[in-house]
């Protein structure tokens, strides 16, 4: 079973940038393609990002593209999100996951507990 561990939230200025990195631990990380998703007070989990098991296809939700910039390091079996230009509706939980189903993708496979990320305006 792959376990995932976010880091990297934290409270930011409305403009401001923040990465948020996820380590995966288990299975060889190299055979899932990953992602992220978040949930906002009160909304349904929206996927973010996600990034094929080569990096070479990357697939993002319309209301981050241009913004947000997904990455892994297979060395380090470690996934990353570079968010720029937040917004406070980027205000949620990120999660990071093994996904499935292509990109975007039908859903995850295993998913992390999640960093809060807080966008003030």
């Known amino acids: 079973q792959v376990r995932l561990v976010e880091s990297g939230g934290g409270l930011v200025q409305a403009g401001g940038s923040l990465r948020v990195s996820c380590v995966a631990s288990?299975?060889?990380?190299?055979?899932?393609?990953m992602g992220w998703f978040r949930q906002a007070p009160g909304k349904e989990d929206e996927f973010v990002a996600g990034?094929?098991?080569?990096?070479?296809?990357?697939s993002y939700a319309d209301s981050v593209k241009g913004r947000f910039t997904i990455s892994r390091d297979s060395a380090k079996n470690t996934v990353y999100l570079q968010m720029n230009s937040l917004e406070p509706e980027d205000t949620a939980i990120y999660y990071c996951?093994?996904?499935?189903?292509?990109?975007?993708?039908?859903?995850?496979?295993?998913r992390g507990q999640g960093t809060q990320v807080t966008v003030s305006s």
């Open positions: 996951a093994a996904l499935y189903g292509g990109l975007p993708p039908r859903g995850y496979n295993y």
């Open positions: 288990g299975p060889p990380f190299s055979s899932y393609p």
């Open positions: 990034i094929t098991v080569s990096g070479g296809t990357r």
